[in-house]
T-cell receptor, first 113, second 114 residues
Framework: GESVGLHLPTLSVQEGDNSIINCAYS??????FIWYKQESGKGPQFIID?????DKRQGQRVTVLLNKTVKHLSLQIAATQPGDSAVYFC????????????FGTGTLLAVQP | DGGITQSPKYLFRKEGQNVTLSCEQN?????MYWYRQDPGQGLRLIYY???????QKGDIAEGYSVSREKKESFPLTVTSAQKNPTAFYLC?????????????FGPGTRLTVL
């Protein structure tokens, strides 16, 4: 899940297991959500997105679930691989005239071989 | 990093100096953004621009300035007024019209003040 401060929450999984990374978002009016993956020293990379009129969206090995009732977003990674090790951020689009995103603090996914 | 380039990758600055970070995109995106990232934290918005010759302050604009003279370029100047400029700076771009759009990021510039 998300937290404030210098210590990122960490999820440690075994290679081949499924991973679930959680995110609580802040604004019930947000209408678009994105998951990014950031490897050390690099820019965030788009993984998958979902609009607020959907509950679930699937990509290749990844699934995003949206629960608007409790303002919760999750990213599921199937058959986690060492290359999945990174920090994962969720971001919410607040809607309105701009395309501004609000980012969570991130979760570090550590995949053990 | 999808058609967005940032330079330099590493930048060192002495206290009291202004420095300019470059961001270029060839995605034909209307909107561009600058974020700052500190260790173990999320991204914070510095400035954004939805169209050429227009830009808006983000959440932490103090001590920074930008320009948007061309659609593909959005340079960020870190001025001497920025009290704690050491950070990882990320540029992003997106389409602007037709609803919410994904922002795509460049590889980042790590700025260190000596």
């Amino acid at each position: 899940g998300e937290s404030v401060g210098l210590h990122l929450p960490t999820l440690s999984v075994q290679e081949g297991d499924n991973s679930i990374i959680n995110c609580a978002y802040s604004n019930s009016a947000s209408d678009y959500f994105i998951w990014y993956k950031q490897e050390s020293g690099k820019g965030p990379q788009f993984i998958i997105d979902i609009r607020s009129n959907m509950d679930k969206r699937q990509g290749q090995r990844v699934t995003v679930l949206l629960n608007k009732t409790v303002k919760h977003l999750s990213l599921q990674i199937a058959a986690t691989q060492p290359g999945d090790s990174a920090v994962y951020f969720c971001a919410e689009n607040m809607g309105g005239a701009t395309n501004k995103l609000i980012f969570g603090t991130g979760t570090l996914l550590a995949v053990q071989p | 990093d999808g058609g967005i380039t940032q330079s330099p990758k590493y930048l060192f600055r002495k206290e009291g100096q202004n420095v300019t970070l470059s961001c270029e995109q060839n995605l034909n995106h209307d909107a561009m953004y600058w974020y700052r990232q500190d260790p173990g934290q999320g991204l914070r918005l510095i400035y954004y621009s939805q169209i050429v010759n227009d830009f808006q302050k983000g959440d932490i604009a103090e001590g920074y300035s930008v320009s948007r003279e061309k659609k593909e370029s959005f340079p960020l100047t870190v001025t001497s007024a920025q009290k704690n400029p050491t950070a990882f700076y990320l540029c992003a771009s997106s389409r602007e019209t037709g609803g919410p759009h994904t922002q795509y990021f460049g590889p980042g510039t790590r700025l260190t003040v000596l």
